[in-house]
């Protein structure tokens, strides 16, 4: 549907005065979807299998669908991780002349994941906190030292298997889209879990874009719009090429409307004045049931807190793991307070939260029948998500029907202190007309 703007403006002009001349009918589109108090998005980091074997199955037996960050390298049929650059003999050798600094860092750093030894994978992931940490000199005094053992041979493999990796994990390309079928969210945590703050600009782009690529190949378009970079990180950098490849991600969103308290902050949600705030809680092994009960109580109390919980392992498997009974009870207690909760996927959420801030209604007025019409500039081949209206009504309407594309339906009259309404879902660029029924 499209409006020439012009006519919206005037349309626009013409409702302002009805409105004023006879009675008080006005549409909002609530803060979330459902017209519910606050949302929350449950997700999982690394793709542990007991995530999607112990964690899923609780939740899908609640009906409760959950965003999974996974490392694609591990699954069966995508592009793996590796080194793309100058060849690596030319690259260690030079580290015994030349020591390292800014010119050669991001390079070296890059390489030595890829060297052939999990003591060395190690090296790098050391080596990208301390970078991460401000911690500069160090860092390049860490490659140093890595290259060194590296030269004469001493980089081991360990059996000290980095959290993230999971040997146990056969989770296939057809699991994943069954479970993206089933309303579940499988989205992108790279392809190696690497820390991307200390890749060069070409291996960061092939972390970011090739795991990008095996999910649209594998699941679709719906696996490509959110994405968390591994170890939260917030480099700017990182933030700057990852923002340009997903729509939106978990470590940081560019919304100025949109307070981020991670889950390093201690930062309350009632502490800012922004539109909403995402608010994420990571429920550590050690962080008990009535902790992470009470972050839920949080979400329930304001209504503009969105809750994003980051589980890693599950069941003693995984950094960090939460036991089944745990989950079993947490999830119960979100579910036992979904009229007042939405709980959505990350992707959905931020879809829902952007569509709302985009979206202008045209609500007109004629007789016993009044019309809303939704526009938007956002691209509708990926923000579909339904929106939630409240039109408020004349006061003599004792019943409603909405009538769309769809067909047509009753409504509940509701009302509250501003008076009588009605609560809807209609597409971004959707329109409906209610209608009194006598
Ligand atoms: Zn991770």
Request: with cysteine.
């Amino acid at each position: 549907m499209k409006f020439s703007h012009s006519i919206w403006l005037l349309a626009l002009g013409a409702f302002a005065c009805t409105q004023t001349e006879t009675f008080q009918v006005s549409t909002e589109i609530t803060k979330w979807q459902g017209n519910k108090t606050g949302a929350i998005s449950v997700t999982y980091d690394d793709g542990i299998v007991n995530q999607l074997t112990i964690a899923k199955p609780i939740m899908d037996s609640l009906g409760l669908p959950a965003t999974f960050y996974i490392i694609t390298g591990k699954v069966e049929g995508s592009g793996k991780g590796k080194f793309i650059g100058r060849d690596p003999q030319e690259i260690i050798a030079e580290t015994a002349q030349t020591p390292t600094d800014s010119s050669n860092f991001f390079e070296r750093a890059s390489l030595i994941a890829f060297t052939g030894t999990s003591e060395a994978e190690d090296y790098h992931a050391r080596v990208g906190s301390l970078f991460e940490q401000g911690k500069i000199s160090e860092a390049y005094a860490l490659i140093d030292e890595g290259y060194e053992k590296i030269r004469k041979g001493t980089m081991k493999n360990t059996d000290d298997v980095v959290f993230h990796n999971n040997v146990e994990d056969t989770t296939s390309w057809d699991l994943y889209r069954s479970y993206s079928a089933q309303g579940h969210e499988i989205a992108s945590h790279t392809v190696t879990h690497p820390r991307l703050a200390v890749l060069d600009e070409i291996n960061m782009l092939y972390e970011l874009e090739q795991s990008k690529a095996d999910l649209l190949k594998n699941i679709g378009p719906e696996s490509t719009f959110s994405a968390e970079g591994p170890y939260g990180t917030e480099n700017e950098r990182v933030m700057e090429y990852a923002h340009k490849i997903y729509p939106s991600l978990r470590n940081r969103m560019p919304e100025e409307w949109l307070e981020e308290i991670n889950r390093g902050s201690s930062m309350t949600p009632g502490e800012s004045d922004k539109e909403y705030v995402q608010w994420q809680r990571g429920p550590l092994t050690k962080i008990g049931i009535g902790q992470m009960k009470a972050w839920v109580d949080t979400v329930l109390s304001h209504d503009n807190n969105w809750l994003v919980l980051v589980f890693h392992g599950v069941e003693n498997l995984g950094w960090e793991p939460k036991s089944r009974n745990e989950l079993v009870e947490y999830f119960s207690y979100m579910k036992s307070n979904e009229d007042k909760l939405w709980i959505s996927t990350f992707r959905d959420v931020t879809k829902y939260l952007r569509e709302r801030k985009a979206t202008q209604i045209q609500t007109e007025v004629s007789g016993d029948q009044i019309q809303v019409n939704l526009k938007t500039d956002l691209d509708p081949d990926v923000y579909f998500i339904p929106l939630t209206l409240k039109t408020y009504l004349p006061n003599e309407w004792g019943k409603a029907q909405l009538s769309t594309d769809d067909g047509t339906r009753d409504l509940e009259v509701q009302s509250d202190e501003k008076g009588k309404y009605v609560v809807y879902n209609l597409n971004p660029s959707g329109r409906g007309s209610l209608l009194k029924v006598n």
